[in-house]
């Protein structure tokens, strides 16, 4: 497993890994963002790729409305992530991490049907590149994020697989050792972002290692699943910004590379 973390594609963030020794970026080129926009910086990035020695490992768009709320696919948003697809494919990146929202105006059974289809589109044209399809288990604008619909979807779509993160477990009051020990083979990515929980809500996301996530045991079961793919730190409390939160990620590579085998898994 390799360690990295999520930030932008410009110089300064590929500079910024490589001063701390990440292996990768991964880049969220979320809804609010252009598709067109990032492709347009694809040949820089490659350059900055060179330069530094950083990889990019993960890229996803999140909060996207694919669906309609009458079931109808966005074209907008289908067409933004082919593209994005065959961005990442162009860097080399292996893994490309989407959700699919729910159509209000449809049931559940009817939502699973939508978003087989759409991420069968998706995966296809994964497959056709070789980049690695991914649903995120949180739930912004996502509802494919549990054993519930992953028992439904996956064994319909041809080689997808999830992006996970703990945090996003515990969030929902689930278990992600039973999510890791049933799904664990099925982790394209997979995301250390701390957390911790009082009477049932999320306080703060601390660094891994100042917060309550086991993160012993879930690399352990990660290494049991053979999982050798990125684990992408992501910087995501109120509290730890600033000095404070360059001191966090340092802890949380301190943290981590300990556990991090010197060969594969």
């Not at 439904?152 to 039973?178: C, Q, W």
Request: aromatic share 12%; with cysteine; glycine share 8%.
């Amino acid at each position: 497993m390799k360690l990295g973390i999520i930030r932008g594609w410009q110089e300064i963030d590929f500079a910024y890994a490589a001063a701390k020794n990440l292996s990768f970026l991964e880049f969220t080129v979320n809804h609010n963002i252009k598709a067109d926009d990032f492709v347009a910086q694809t040949d820089k990035i490659l350059t900055y790729m060179e330069k530094y020695g950083v990889a990019v490992g993960s890229m996803g768009r999140w909060g996207e409305k694919r669906i309609l709320p009458d079931g109808t696919v966005c074209e907008e948003a289908l067409a933004s992530d082919l593209k994005l697809i065959d961005a990442a494919a162009k860097l080399s990146c292996p893994v490309y991490n989407v959700g699919v929202n729910y159509a209000d105006e449809k049931t559940m059974d009817e939502n699973i049907e939508i978003a087989v289809s759409y991420l069968s589109k998706l995966a296809a044209r994964a497959k056709e590149v070789g980049v690695k399809l991914a649903v995120y288990n949180c739930d912004w604008a996502n509802f494919i994020h549990s054993p519930d619909t992953w028992e439904k979807v996956f064994p319909r779509v041809e080689s997808l697989g999830i992006k996970y993160d703990p945090s996003h477990t515990m969030g929902r009051h689930n278990d992600y050792f039973a999510e890791l020990r049933d799904y664990g083979d099925k982790v394209y990515h997979f995301h250390i972002k701390g957390v911790i929980q009082i009477d049932g809500k999320t306080y703060d996301h601390p660094p891994a290692g100042l917060d309550q996530i086991n993160w012993g045991a879930v690399l352990d079961m990660l290494y049991t699943k053979h999982y050798n793919g990125g684990l992408s730190i992501e910087p995501h409390s109120s509290y730890w910004r600033g000095q404070r939160g360059e001191w966090a990620i340092d802890y949380t590579i301190r943290h981590i590379t300990p556990m991090l085998m010197p060969f594969e898994a």
